[in-house]
């Protein structure tokens, strides 16, 4: 009974696999066949995403697919990001950890802020205005399904908020990283910085930082946005409590919750990834096989994130997006548009300060 189970998902994964196969090929043939470059400047993550929403929203998809699909948003994703930490050393885990912390707290306090006034020329129910904001500052959908049991959300504003976190994050996620790359200088750690702590979604930052590895042959970025938006998703276990408190306070009840249930554990599988990797340097040294299994394993990493791209672009309804009303679309927007100001302006004073 439970191998039927598992076999219910393998639909969804193998469409996902074979939309990573297709951007391949096409990423292939248009960056090396078409322009003549050695290696493709064009990132198969992007077109992942791009066919992914094609084909999702031409096409209906069926029930056996979707199942695969969101197994693959979830867990092939996590374990491309537990993957990620092959290429990582403890020391610099550290230093941004020590960097990204501080921008970190800036740009939540600052988008509170300002969803909090917003809200209030808007008239947009407390409920949606708290989804909104932690899915803006935390980690997406992840913080908006967490939160939403604690606050008593309904299922309609749940939606909502995932729609609008949804459509700002593939915004974000496919402009950012060229619009880092001219406004930083091409200066990996300022990057990766910016892209983990102004994107909204896990799954949108590791796209991002694929989409500018890929397009700019920088590993270092996609490592730092990685770290950085690993850092943020464990203010879950500040953010969920102090939004309870907040919402449920003066009221006789209080929703309950678990920071057991909502701790993101796949950030200690990046931590032990990382670990491994550095016994693996001290103990096989230039060892040819050690070396191969570090590439084979960063390939898989690039492999399982695409997928998840991929299953991400499939399951983006645009349609429903567009149904929706306009005003909690206003506070995400700003909420976006904060956070990338916030972490623009936070950045440049480090530099001053520290330069």
């Given at each position: 009974?439970?191998?039927?189970?598992?076999?219910?998902?393998?639909?969804?994964?193998?469409?996902?696999?074979?939309?990573?196969?297709?951007?391949?090929?096409?990423?292939?043939?248009?960056?090396?066949?078409?322009?003549?470059?050695?290696?493709?400047?064009?990132?198969?993550?992007?077109?992942?995403?791009?066919?992914?929403?094609?084909?999702?929203?031409?096409?209906?998809?069926?029930?056996?697919?979707?199942?695969?699909?969101?197994?693959?948003?979830?867990?092939?994703?996590?374990?491309?990001?537990?993957?990620?930490?092959?290429?990582?050393?403890?020391?610099?885990?550290?230093?941004?950890?020590?960097?990204?912390?501080?921008?970190?707290?800036?740009?939540?306090?600052?988008?509170?802020?300002?969803?909090?006034?917003?809200?209030?020329?808007?008239?947009?129910?407390?409920?949606?205005?708290?989804?909104?904001?932690?899915?803006?500052?935390?980690?997406?959908?992840?913080?908006?399904?967490?939160?939403?049991?604690?606050?008593?959300?309904?299922?309609?504003?749940?939606?909502?908020?995932?729609?609008?976190?949804?459509?700002?994050?593939?915004?974000?996620?496919?402009?950012?990283?060229?619009?880092?790359?001219?406004?930083?200088?091409?200066?990996?750690?300022?990057?990766?910085?910016?892209?983990?702590?102004?994107?909204?979604?896990?799954?949108?930052?590791?796209?991002?930082?694929?989409?500018?590895?890929?397009?700019?042959?920088?590993?270092?970025?996609?490592?730092?946005?990685?770290?950085?938006?690993?850092?943020?998703?464990t203010f879950l276990i500040i953010m969920i409590p102090l939004f309870a408190f907040l919402y449920n306070r003066g009221k006789t009840t209080e929703?309950?919750?678990?920071?057991?249930?909502?701790?993101?554990?796949?950030?200690?599988?990046?931590?032990?990834?990382?670990?491994?990797?550095?016994?693996?340097?001290?103990?096989?040294?230039?060892?040819?096989?050690?070396?191969?299994?570090?590439?084979?394993?960063?390939?898989?990493?690039k492999i399982f994130l695409t997928m998840a791209m991929a299953a991400i672009g499939l399951s983006t309804n645009l349609k429903e997006i567009k149904?929706?009303?306009?005003?909690?679309?206003?506070?995400?927007?700003?909420?976006?548009?904060?956070?990338?100001?916030?972490?623009?302006?936070?950045?440049?004073l480090y530099l001053n300060y520290f330069n």
């Open positions: 009974m439970k191998f039927k189970k598992y076999l219910v998902v393998l639909p969804g994964i193998i469409l996902a696999f074979v939309l990573y196969t297709l951007s391949q090929g096409f990423n292939n043939i248009i960056g090396i066949e078409l322009l003549g470059y050695e290696k493709s400047p064009i990132s198969t993550a992007m077109i992942a995403i791009l066919l992914g929403m094609f084909f999702g929203n031409v096409f209906q998809i069926r029930d056996s697919f979707l199942r695969g699909l969101d197994f693959t948003q979830k867990y092939i994703l996590k374990l491309g990001i537990i993957c990620l930490g092959i290429q990582l050393k403890p020391f610099e885990f550290l230093e941004f950890g020590a960097i990204a912390i501080p921008l970190i707290i800036i740009c939540i306090i600052s988008v509170l802020i300002v969803i909090k006034l917003l809200i209030k020329k808007l008239k947009i129910p407390t409920r949606m205005a708290y989804l909104i904001s932690i899915g803006s500052t935390v980690c997406g959908t992840t913080a908006i399904m967490a939160t939403a049991p604690v606050i008593g959300a309904k299922k309609n504003e749940v939606s909502y908020a995932i729609a609008n976190i949804t459509l700002f994050g593939i915004l974000s996620m496919l402009i950012y990283p060229y619009f880092a790359n001219f406004y930083f200088e091409s200066e990996p750690l300022l990057i990766g910085l910016f892209l983990g702590t102004s994107i909204h979604e896990t799954s949108q930052v590791a796209a991002a930082g694929l989409i500018y590895d890929q397009q700019f042959n920088s590993p270092e970025t996609l490592n730092i946005a990685t770290v950085t938006k690993l850092i943020r998703n929703k309950k919750y678990s920071i057991i249930d909502i701790f993101p554990y796949f950030v200690l599988g990046f931590v032990a990834m990382i670990i491994v990797r550095n016994l693996g340097d001290l103990m096989y040294s230039n060892n040819y096989k050690w070396l191969v299994t570090i590439e084979s394993i960063k390939l898989s990493s149904n929706m009303g306009y005003k909690p679309f206003i506070v995400g927007f700003v909420g976006m548009a904060t956070v990338g100001l916030v972490c623009i302006t936070t950045i440049e």
